[in-house]
């Protein structure tokens, strides 16, 4: 239209100077400009104010766009093609980049979750706490019953699987997503996790810092990156403990004690760097809890003998200890494609949540609470877990290709292994500088930098 009306006028359009979004492509042979899905109708119809503010403003478009909506030539042809919203229906060559900042905001994700996902019910979660207690305690009574070397193996996986259910039920009373009684929380987070060793305020407290710097290089609490300088500053040893399976999936008790490498502080002192001043009570009666839990098994040693105590209670921690740092590290590691790692003004809450991966478990996504569907959950670890999946299908079309698929399981996630150990080989540390980074690899250890 506008090509007809100059050329109508003995005149040649005047060179564009339209400015380029820092993400997706735009053939510069073919002259463009970027303009809303709306018919010249439809523009004539908004109110001048609005057009005009559309579209002469100055907008920063590095920091708002992943790709221009839609591209039409000067002379009129339209290119019916939308490159795409969210990530979703991007022309074919078009790279999606996961770190660039999403074309939505937190709210548009909360929006879309039914409001129901968000209601707490106390009775329907203390009925799950009932279910895994009474398992725990039928499969312990049934392998003291029989006794035997064939049915040992199968008492420790199932039970090492139940004490980590345990686990992530005393994790949604530390999220206060168990209920709205901060005293019942309490009180149900202190039984469940001092039954399993773990100190429930000084590891609710870190777990909340986790979530507050979920994908920062520096602040984040849980299976963050080593920065470059520290990871060669560690010796051989430490190296092959902490990137050779199985040892990084034993590290959760050293990580009670003693954080993880370049952070310092004990979640069991409560004059540690983890808490403030006002925490410190929480933090020694969860210690008082957890000693009191190493008492009684240190008892329950001399009436039953140790050896039969650490078939029913020694063997089945480690293999809670096991699914604990393999579920954790896999949300934060180990997709296909390279996630980035934020510092400085380019981390946010949003970004940092969107770095996270749901994972399939199978037959145990049921008895682990669907603690697989992380996303949602570290965007909102206040929806109560069995609302997860409905919100987090609900909040899909705003996620767009910032959503990552989890591949599918089978009854059992044996799948995870491989996909575990090829990680642990090519992720080693990021670069010492730059805001957004990405995991790189350790030649000398485990793969080639190129892989």
């Known amino acids: 239209m506008a090509s007809w009306v100059l050329s109508e006028c003995g005149l040649k359009p005047l060179p564009q100077f339209w400015p380029r979004p820092r993400t997706g492509i735009i053939n510069p042979s073919k002259p463009t400009f970027l303009y809303t899905n709306r018919t010249l109708t439809d523009l004539k119809r908004l109110p001048f104010?609005?057009?005009?503010?559309?579209?002469?403003?100055?907008?920063?478009?590095?920091?708002?766009?992943?790709?221009?909506?839609?591209?039409?030539?000067?002379?009129?042809?339209?290119?019916?093609?939308?490159?795409?919203?969210?990530?979703?229906?991007?022309?074919?060559?078009?790279?999606?980049?996961?770190?660039?900042?999403?074309?939505?905001?937190?709210?548009?994700?909360?929006?879309?979750?039914?409001?129901?996902?968000?209601?707490?019910?106390?009775?329907?979660?203390?009925?799950?706490?009932?279910?895994?207690?009474?398992?725990?305690?039928?499969?312990?009574?049934?392998?003291?019953?029989?006794?035997?070397?064939?049915?040992?193996?199968?008492?420790?996986?199932?039970?090492?699987?139940?004490?980590?259910?345990?686990?992530?039920?005393?994790?949604?009373?530390?999220?206060?997503?168990?209920?709205?009684?901060?005293?019942?929380?309490?009180?149900?987070?202190?039984?469940?996790?001092?039954?399993?060793?773990?100190?429930?305020?000084?590891?609710?407290?870190?777990?909340?810092?986790?979530?507050?710097?979920?994908?920062?290089?520096?602040?984040?609490?849980?299976?963050?990156?080593?920065?470059?300088?520290?990871?060669?500053?560690?010796?051989?040893?430490?190296?092959?403990?902490?990137?050779?399976?199985?040892?990084?999936?034993?590290?959760?008790?050293?990580?009670?004690?003693?954080?993880?490498?370049?952070?310092?502080?004990?979640?069991?002192?409560?004059?540690?760097?983890?808490?403030?001043?006002?925490?410190?009570?929480?933090?020694?009666?969860?210690?008082l809890c957890w000693t009191a839990m190493a008492a009684l098994l240190v008892g329950l040693s001399f009436v039953m003998g140790p050896v039969q105590l650490l078939k029913l209670y020694g063997v089945p921690y480690v293999g809670f200890v096991m699914w604990l740092d393999l579920v954790t590290y896999l949300h934060h590691h180990g997709h296909e494609d390279k996630l980035p790692w934020y510092r400085g003004k380019e981390w946010s809450y949003l970004r940092g949540g969107l770095t996270t991966i749901d994972r399939d478990y199978g037959w145990i996504n049921n008895i682990h609470h669907d603690i697989g569907t992380h996303v949602i959950h570290h965007l909102f670890p206040q929806i109560p877990h069995y609302h997860l999946?409905?919100?987090?299908?609900?909040?899909?079309p705003v996620f767009g290709k910032y959503y990552r698929e989890p591949k599918k399981s089978g009854p059992l996630p044996f799948h995870l292994i491989g996909i575990l150990i090829r990680s642990m080989r090519k992720d080693h540390y990021v670069s010492d500088t730059g805001d957004v980074v990405y995991y790189q690899t350790d030649p000398q250890h485990g793969g080639s930098s190129s892989e």
Not at 55 to 80: H, I, Q, T
Not at 227 to 232: A, D, S
Not at 389 to 396: G, L, S, Y
Request: with cysteine; net charge neutral.
């Open 389 to 396: 999946i409905e919100a987090t299908e609900a909040a899909r």
């Open 49 to 287: 104010d609005k057009f005009s503010r559309g579209c002469f403003r100055e907008r920063n478009w590095g920091l708002k766009v992943s790709a221009p909506y839609r591209v039409a030539s000067l002379d009129g042809e339209e290119d019916n093609k939308v490159i795409g919203f969210n990530g979703v229906g991007e022309d074919e060559e078009t790279e999606f980049d996961p770190g660039s900042p999403p074309p939505f905001k937190l709210s548009d994700i909360r929006t879309a979750i039914p409001k129901h996902c968000w209601v707490k019910d106390p009775w329907k979660s203390m009925s799950y706490v009932v279910r895994d207690v009474a398992v725990v305690f039928g499969l312990a009574a049934a392998a003291a019953y029989f006794n035997n070397w064939v049915v040992w193996p199968l008492y420790w996986a199932a039970q090492g699987t139940m004490f980590w259910a345990l686990f992530v039920l005393g994790h949604d009373c530390g999220h206060g997503s168990f209920s709205n009684n901060n005293k019942l929380n309490s009180v149900v987070g202190h039984i469940l996790h001092s039954s399993i060793l773990v100190p429930y305020h000084g590891w609710r407290i870190s777990h909340r810092t986790h979530h507050q710097n979920h994908g920062h290089v520096e602040n984040d609490e849980s299976w963050h990156p080593l920065p470059e300088k520290i990871y060669k500053s560690l010796d051989g040893i430490t190296k092959m403990l902490r990137f050779t399976v199985p040892f990084p999936m034993l590290a959760y008790p050293i990580y009670l004690w003693s954080r993880s490498p370049g952070k310092s502080g004990s979640h069991f002192d409560p004059n540690s760097d983890l808490f403030v001043p006002s925490e410190r009570k929480d933090v020694i009666t969860s210690t």
